[in-house]
């Protein structure tokens, strides 16, 4: 029996309809492996190539972030790099208010000499009189109870993140320095009189400082008869050493709250505090610290105080409070080399001089795969501390030197040195922030 041509072609679509065969599927299935096996080589080619420097960026991105806001807000900004949580955090404040006080014009109230209260905006001066300021005029609260009231306005409820700066002027009488005690008592001696026990402070440990700016019972910067700043959140209240706001020049004070710690300055440079108030722990005289945040209060801000007013001037103040914190994390293959780093900006964008030396340089490196361990997940080095913190507690912790000295301070570039020796093979990308604060 012979078949037509059209018969075959009926049979063969009939076994074209009945599916593929089995040589046929695996022949498809080893061709789609072979693609994907090539893939995932291709991404990590590519995640080898493209994610180190894009991480880079992203940190560049933070810190750029800062220093502008800086530059734009005119306020002092930082950021913190921490290894330990593989994080970037640029914290920058937004101002919420800023007071300049100038003398009215003739007709304006009073004889227009600038003798006469001002009206600031909507603020209202008690007492206060216009005099000759670092720029312009300022306002001289010498009078009893002279005090600028500026009302209770949400904004003013700061929580985390609050700078306080002023520039202030007063004339009371510097406090008796150390050296000039000193002095007094190796006369005393000389001399074969009995030495006289050291007296207090001008003003005494606990007598209350004349406020700069405050909010009751919620935050605040003030200044004691002795010219030692103080600084207070909640009922949490530190104070610097006599003397360091001298007399009768203007002197740019800060007051800066972070969540953790009150920092004061003087004319740039951070001063060294104490708590003022009473420790409130079941440890006696430990220092329980500040409160991770501000009380929120119905009192006013005030700039001075009706009872507490301040012996001298005031110009220029500015009050800000800290934005939404910027924040990248690196993925776990990436570290940044070292301990943590708190990059700070001055007012002007560039790298703080009061806590940076020279140029600030962050080693981004890609860590090398670990065998039989899965995913890298391990840091270079897991310290949450900054170098500074580090060291002091090595020094702490090492046993005396030679005839019971004190062992040597570690050198943070000699550390560093050895931790990038560690991973000399691994890619690396380089961020460096000059003393402009310029990122490269």
């Known amino acids: 029996m012979t078949s037509s041509p059209g018969s075959e072609r009926r049979r063969g679509a009939r076994r074209a309809e009945a599916g593929f065969t089995l040589a046929e599927l695996l022949t ?34 933070i810190i750029r972030a800062a220093r502008n806001n800086a530059v734009l807000t005119a306020s002092e900004t930082f950021v913190v790099i921490d290894p330990s949580s593989r994080t970037a955090t640029a914290q920058a404040f937004e101002r919420v208010g800023e007071w300049s006080f100038e003398a ?15 009206a600031v905006r909507r603020e209202v001066v008690q007492g206060a009189k216009a005099v000759p300021g670092r720029i312009g005029s300022a306002l001289s609260f010498n009078a009893t109870g002279a005090f600028v009231d500026c009302g209770s306005e949400a904004r003013f409820d700061l929580r985390t993140g609050i700078l306080i700066s002023a520039w202030v002027r007063h004339d009371l009488v510097a406090a008796v320095q ?45 200044m004691t008869r002795a010219g030692a700043l103080e600084g207070f959140v909640g009922a949490y209240t530190v104070r610097t050493a006599d003397g360091v706001v001298l007399p009768g020049r203007w002197v740019h004070v800060v007051y800066r709250f972070d969540g953790k710690e009150i920092t004061l300055e003087a004319d740039g440079v951070p001063r060294e505090a104490s708590p003022a108030s009473e420790p409130r722990t079941p440890a006696k005289g430990k220092d329980p610290g500040a409160p991770p945040v501000a009380p929120v209060t119905p009192a006013a801000l005030t700039i001075s105080s009706g009872t507490a007013p301040f012996p001298g001037d005031i110009d220029e103040v500015k009050l800000a409070g800290s934005t939404e914190p910027l924040a990248y994390a690196w993925p776990p293959h990436e570290q940044v080399l070292g301990w943590k780093q708190v990059i700070r900006f001055d007012r002007r964008g560039h790298l703080d001089p009061a806590h940076h030396a020279g140029s600030v340089r962050l080693v981004l490196v890609e860590l090398p795969d670990e065998t039989g361990s899965g995913p890298v997940t391990s840091v270079a080095v897991d310290y949450s501390s900054t170098f500074a913190e580090w060291a002091s507690k090595a020094v702490q912790a090492a046993p005396p030197g030679k005839k019971g000295a004190a062992p040597a301070r570690p050198s943070e570039a000699e550390e560093m040195a050895k931790i990038e020796k560690t991973y000399a093979a691994a890619r690396r990308v380089e961020i460096e922030i000059d003393r402009l604060g310029v990122v490269r």
């Open 178 to 222: 150390p050296a000039a005690r000193a002095a007094r008592q190796a006369a005393d001696v000389n001399v074969r009189r009995p030495r006289r026990a050291p007296g207090p402070s001008l003003d005494g440990k606990t007598a209350p400082a004349s406020a700069i700016v405050r909010k009751e019972g919620a935050y605040g910067l003030g």
């Open 28 to 61: 498809v299935m080893g061709i789609i492996a072979m693609i994907g096996a090539l893939s995932a080589s291709a991404y990590q080619v590519a995640r080898r190539n493209y994610a180190l420097p894009a991480s880079a960026g992203r940190i560049q991105g």
């Open 104 to 118: 009215p014009a003739a007709g304006e109230g009073g004889d227009g000499g600038g003798a006469s209260p001002l």
